[in-house]
C-alpha cells in the first residue's frame, strides 16, 4: 500500500505570495492532518480534516487554511507568506477514529525570501 | 503554548548499548501517546504508542514506559543500531476536544557511534 505523499518536495516563494500543498493519503484513510515543523518551535499541529470537514485547528492565523476533497486528498493554502512561515510542512494520515495511528508524508520544504 | 518537552538534547551511545529516551509531557489529561523517529530529510515514522490505561509497552527491541503520577515517558531502545540514529519526538493526545491533534515534544536526537 503507498504512503503518504506530499507535492511538491520543495517550493521557494517570495513574501506577499501565496502558495498551495497538496497531501494524499493512504488509500482508505479519511482523515488528514497538517503540521509545520521549524528549529525553533518544532512540530505544531495546522489543522485536521475528516470527511472533508475542518475538525480540529490549531493556533495559526487565518492566512493559514486547508479543505479536503471526496477523495480524502488534501490541500493547504498559506496567503501573503512572511519569512517566518518557512519550515517544513507535514501531512499525516489516519482512519479517522481517535487514537488511530497517524502516518506521516515526506513533507513539503518551504523557503520564503 | 502547549508544549510536550521543551528540550533537544542530544543522547550518544555505542552501537549494541540499550538507549532510554525520556520525555516529559504537561497535560494530565492526554490519553494516548506516542513516539515517532525523524530521520534527516524524511517525515516522522511511527514507532510505538500506549494508552493512558496502561504503564508499559513492548515492540520489537523498543519499550515504552508512561508514568503518569509524574507525567514522564520514555522509550527504551534494545541493542542499538546504526541505523537507529535519528531524532525521535514523543507526541500526546488530548482526552476532550484534541481528537486526532498530536502536541509533539521538541525531540531528542540519538546519536549511535560504532
Known amino acids: 500500500k503507498a504512503g503518504v505523499t506530499q507535492t511538491p518536495r520543495y517550493l521557494i516563494k517570495t513574501r506577499g505570495q501565496q502558495v498551495t500543498l497538496s497531501c494524499s493519503p493512504i488509500s482508505g484513510h479519511r482523515s488528514v492532518s497538517w503540521y509545520q515543523q521549524t528549529p525553533g518551535q518544532g512540530l505544531q499541529f495546522l489543522f485536521e480534516?475528516?470527511?472533508?470537514?475542518?475538525?480540529n485547528k490549531g493556533n495559526f492565523p487565518g492566512r493559514f487554511s486547508g479543505r479536503q476533497f471526496s477523495n480524502s486528498r488534501s490541500e493547504m493554502n498559506v496567503s501573503t507568506l512572511e519569512l517566518g512561515d518557512s519550515a517544513l510542512y507535514l501531512c499525516?494520515?489516519?482512519?479517522?477514529?481517535?487514537?488511530?495511528?497517524?502516518?506521516f508524508g515526506p513533507g513539503t520544504r518551504l523557503t520564503v525570501l | 503554548g502547549e508544549s510536550v518537552g521543551l528540550h533537544l538534547p542530544t543522547l550518544s551511545v555505542q552501537e549494541g548499548d540499550n538507549s532510554i529516551i525520556n520525555c516529559a509531557y504537561s497535560n494530565s489529561a492526554s490519553d494516548y501517546f506516542i513516539w515517532y523517529k525523524q530521520e534527516s530529510g524524511k517525515g516522522p515514522q511511527f514507532i510505538i504508542d500506549i494508552r493512558s490505561n496502561m504503564d508499559k509497552r513492548q515492540g520489537q527491541r523498543v519499550t515504552v514506559l508512561l508514568n503518569k503520577t509524574v507525567k514522564h515517558l520514555s522509550l527504551q531502545i534494545a541493542a542499538t543500531q546504526p541505523g537507529d540514529s535519528a531524532v525521535y519526538f514523543c507526541?500526546?493526545?488530548?482526552?476532550?476536544?484534541?481528537?486526532?491533534?498530536?502536541?509533539f515534544g521538541a525531540g531528542t536526537r540519538l546519536a549511535v557511534h560504532p
Open positions: 499525516a494520515s489516519s482512519l479517522g477514529k481517535r487514537r488511530d495511528t497517524q502516518y
Open positions: 507526541a500526546e493526545t488530548p482526552a476532550s476536544g484534541g481528537y486526532n491533534k498530536l502536541i
Open positions: 480534516y475528516f470527511s472533508e470537514t475542518q475538525r
